[in-house]
């Protein structure tokens, strides 16, 4: 649940490697005017063993008017191994 509609967001999220003993969860959503974290605690996830591709889905979850919209620019896979961009770079500041 966002704080507002008509407005865009920085959604973060982690996937970690099958034999990734961690347990923090890194995910959160940036509000894409201030650069605030405004949600935290979005799960991460990590690969299964046997993991050969990704694909990335969204869906619309209760919406009842079928004139509700939402809209993603840019979706992007990152490995983070110190030369991804910073959460202030992908919100263009």
Known sequence: NLPSLDKWYLM?????AYNDASTTTLGAVYDGETGEKIVVGISDYK???TSARQRHRA???YADDLDDR???F??????IDGNQPTISELLGR
Not at 74 to 79: G, S
Request: hydrophobic share 40%; proline share 5%; glycine share 4%.
């Open 74 to 79: 840019n979706p992007r896979v990152d490995m």
């Open 12 to 16: 973060v999220g982690y996937i970690h």
């Open 59 to 61: 869906y619309l979850y």
């Open 70 to 72: 939402q809209y993603f």
């Open 47 to 49: 690969f299964a063993s």
